[in-house]
């Protein structure tokens, strides 16, 4: 008997310690145009969302948490290199994200998650909205991905020949008005997919990853379509939220992140998971009920307002991060790459510039991360600049309408802190705060060098 207890003593020694070293797996659950105010755990009064509000209890809820961009394609080069998108030349003043008819792409010199996980051998794979380059030279298997299944860009990219006439029928949308392409690694496999039954088709793929890797390290990036439009919910959700179809397409992708969570923990591997949830902006707010909504912030999705960029970030991993936790750190998509790096026990990136900061000692609530300003670009042009609790805005544009930015000599300034909604101006009684902004700003310039600009390049000619 005594032996007995002893070998299972040790046996389950041994099996903790295998655990403690094997690498975290790690899931980024991206959304498309969710804005800060959209999820009931940041104040959404209508939108039912129990799983991501179950994240946030049973994890960390950050309340400034930036994307790198106001719009889809600089906001994901930026996550995926852990650089404003300004240094791969994935951002553009003149086409401010990736069409159909564009010819570039996210550069293979850029190093992705992907790419640098697979210096420890992780399995990985992209689920979902890509908008990196839809030629064969810039999707997410030629990034350091293993697999892909999804669109290579907006769901209202590809408008059919069967859509009517004039306007773009986002109010009363069916799914035939788009021929965007469903992609299964390099091939297309579907045009104009039932965009109903995205989301739960997303799922299964990223479920059927999870559980085939589920004895090794993975990274799963996934990146819902939704709730960009055009919007569709599948017949199980559709109709059943107050907020309407927005509140529907919400709801379906917060059963989604449940789903994931079930099968972490069905499969035992929760506790050596991170999984973390954002979206890639703000709302697109001139849908009106088509569009989300940034809560008490300012703007919206194309604006460097903070409702433009700054978005709900969430971070679960049981037994790691202390539940409930909420952070007020200045946090951002930059910031993955480095903690995923960190966390994975693999060395920094030191051959070029990195922005992200590592968040580890975040997550382990051993101690604040070390930024010194935020850089808010709108396309290749910079807008504002964020230390601290003050953001100094050097230009500002509405997301859609105005056509030229208003220039501010001096900077607006705002104390985020007491004004999220950005409306109090405290530049006359804050000269300080303002040199030590343009020093930052000074400081950031002087690393930036010129890139090709990839948004701009057109479609080779056939």
Known sequence: MIRLLLTFLLFAGVSRLAAAERAPNFIVIFADDLGYGDLGCY???????????????????????????????????????????????????????????????LPQSEITIAKALKAKEYATACVGKWHLGHLPQFLPTRHG???????????????????????????????????????????????SPDQHELVPRYTRAALAFIEKNQSRPFFLYFAHSFPHVPLFASKRFAGKSPRGLYGDVVEEVDWSVGEIMKALKRLKIDRETLVFFTSDNGPWLIFNDQGGSAGLLRGGKGSTWDGGMREPGIAWWPGTIRPARVEHSLASTLDLLPTFLSLAKLPPISDRVIDGRDLSPVLHGTGPVERDAYFYYRGETLFAVRQGQHKAHFKTQDGYGQARPEIHTPPLLNQLGIDPGEQWNVAATSPQVIASIEDALERHRKTLKPVVNQLEIPLPAE
């Open 43 to 105: 104040g959404h009064p209508t939108i039912n969302t129990p799983n991501l509000d179950r994240m946030a209890r049973e994890g960390m809820k950050f309340t400034d948490f930036y994307s790198a961009a106001e719009v889809c394609t600089p906001s994901r080069a930026g996550l995926m290199t852990g650089r404003y998108p300004i240094r791969s030349g994935m951002a553009s003043d003149k086409r401010r994200v990736l069409f159909p008819n564009s010819g570039g792409g």
């Open 145 to 191: 991905f293993d697999s892909y299944f999804g669109i290579p860009y907006s769901n209202d990219m590809d408008r059919s020949p069967k859509a009517p006439k004039g306007r773009v029928p986002f109010n009363e949308p069916k799914s035939e008005y788009w021929d965007v392409p469903l992609m299964r690694d390099e091939v297309i496999v579907e045009r």
